[in-house]
């Protein structure tokens, strides 16, 4: 220690020279914006910007970022929702769910998916946003790609228990609107979607082909049988 | 200006009518670092008596997760210690990947180790701040610190989803690959950091006033350390040399090269755990270049499904967690969810010395002794 008061002063240069930065360096200024690594014109340009029209949110417009995860959301293809719904009611997600907050209740009879099977679909499917922690598992454990995460911010709602619970036909979004928010994710799901089918069909295709070939076979060794027979007599 | 503490016996023995002062502090008192509560027994200003209570934030962890499959309960570790979930996910994970026995991919490996690195400078850079604000200084060194740290939270929201509750780590890898560009700008980050610590030590480490404050304040002698099962930067602020990182070398942290900062021991002061805390972000630093420099492409998880019955068997994972040894004990039994699920939260562990550094001192060195021990009452209670 050279002088008393010495390390003070020179921690107050570090605070001055702070103070004095935050008017010219373009850096400091913005310090406060949260999503300062992203280009510009993606950001709200003014706050006459938004919302464009009525009822218009800022996270429709905006893909904030491409893993942001709030509440989850039900898929369905292009379609009528109802018609082309993913889910099946198979329940792995309200088992799994954390804190559990989600409710199914299964059909009771089946209807055409969007492939045209016959399939089960949720009569009712709950989540409790109130209780909901943003995990991802649920998207993680469902076997058919059906639920996803939103990343929908504006919730606020003046009804604390019913305006959190969040039935099945608000929790229903497109296909085309996932690929909007989260179009990375979206991209490689649906590729991976892909693949699956293809590699169901071609196996199905070869158990087919290989049933008809045994079958062949078999037509071919009793008609030789049947030959050697007629060469016996 | 004070004046100096009567002598509590001398006023008795003059006949005069004294008695020790009994306050509670907290639970909500701002130096207390979440809902916890200090009974404390004064004499005049000194110290005679401390009693932490806690389990204010107790949540039922541990069996809550022995109700739930193995991959459930991994969003929940992210809430034990709320400023490091990236590193209470690679503990889980560990623990359970020795259940299982999953090869977890080399880029994974890495970004592990940057993840917990980059989790490491986010502890230690918003815990300084802290200190520095139960001494008093107010405000500037705190905000300091969290722009920085949100620097590197932003990095975390980029690849995981989150800011602070990250969910990332899965068994046998992560769960997702980091998006394109977003090492390049972990790289810039790292680059700047010295500057920033640069900065930090200028405006703090000389300080008159942080010196005369901490040094020799809550000494904590090495046998004490040793004996109450003290770990991470406490511990070797007393002047062991003993990092699980070196000691393990969990994970892959056998290839980088770093150095252990620990002290001679004579003090083991407040100071000493504020300085070793600094010099740790350096050589988190330093790991950090190197993993950013040799990280290979390749797949981000092995080969594990979703809900998995390991064979009965126990295991127990743990990592040099920023604030000490962070382990996880599971016992399977065959099923889908655990038999026994255990943490060893270093928080809880480091603060059972509290009453032997407090004894003796004043009370308002209470604050900063309680500061310096890096606590998160999410950790504690569970
Ligand atoms: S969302 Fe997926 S996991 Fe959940 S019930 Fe529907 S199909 Fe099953
Ligand atoms: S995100 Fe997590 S908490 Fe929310 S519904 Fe899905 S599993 Fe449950």
Known sequence: MSILGGGIFKGMAVTLRNFVGSYFSKERFITTNEYSWRPESELPQSIGDYPKEEGEQLSDTTTVNHYSRNFPMLLHDTGEPMDTIRCVACQICERECPPQCIYIEKSTEKKENADGKPQFYPAKFDIDVSVCMSCQICVEVCPFDAIVMNSQFELSTPDRF????????????????????????????????????????????????????????????????????EDTE | MTTAAPN???????????????????????????????????DGETVVELRPVFGYLHRNHEKLAENMTYLSSMPFTDRLDYFNSMTNNWAYALAAEKLIEVEVPERAEYLRVIMAELTRL????????????????????????????????????????????CNYFRFGGLRNDVPEGWLDRTRELVDRFPAFLDEYE????????????????????????????????????????????????????????????????????????????????????????????????????????????????????????????????LIADGTTKPYRYRVRPPSLINLTVLRDMCLGGKIADACIILGSIDIVLGEVDR
């Open chain 1, 162 to 229: 019913g305006g959190l619970l969040v039935r099945r036909d608000d929790l229903l979004k497109s296909n085309d609107y996932y690929h909007k928010i989260h179009p990375q994710e979206a991209a490689t799901r649906d590729e991976r979607m892909a693949a699956d089918k293809a590699a169901k069909e071609a196996k199905k295709k070869a158990a087919a082909e290989k049933a008809k070939a045994a079958a062949e076979a078999k037509a071919a060794a009793a008609e030789a049988a049947n030959e050697s027979k």
């Open chain 2, 8 to 42: 509590y016996e001398l006023l008795q023995q003059e006949g005069l009518e004294t008695s020790l002062l009994e306050i509670s502090m907290g639970p909500h008192h701002p130096s207390t670092h979440g809902v916890f509560r200090m009974d404390v027994k004064l």
């Open chain 2, 122 to 165: 986010v502890n230690h850079v918003t815990l300084v701040g802290f200190f520095v604000n139960d001494l008093g200084a107010l405000g500037t060194p705190l905000m300091y610190a969290f722009r920085e740290r949100e620097k590197i939270l932003d990095l975390f929201e980029q690849a995981s989803g989150a800011r602070m509750m």
């Open chain 2, 202 to 329: 200028q405006l703090l480490c000389e300080n008159e006033i942080i010196l005369s404050r901490t040094q020799g304040v809550g000494n904590l002698s090495r046998e004490l350390a040793v004996n109450a099962g003290i770990t991470g930067p406490m511990l070797r602020a007393s002047g062991v040399n003993y990092d699980l990182r070196k000691v393990d070398a969990y994970g892959i942290y056998d290839r980088f090269k770093f150095r252990v900062p620990y002290t001679d021991g004579d003090t083991g002061d407040c100071y000493d755990r504020f300085m070793i805390r600094m010099l740790e972000m350096r050589e988190s630093v330093a790991i950090l270049k190197q993993a950013l420099a040799d990280i290979p492409e390749g797949d981000i998880i092995g080969k594990v499904s979703k809900v998995f019955k390991p064979k009965p068997a126990e295991a127990y994972g743990r990592i040099e967690g920023p604030k000490g040894e962070l382990g996880f004990y």
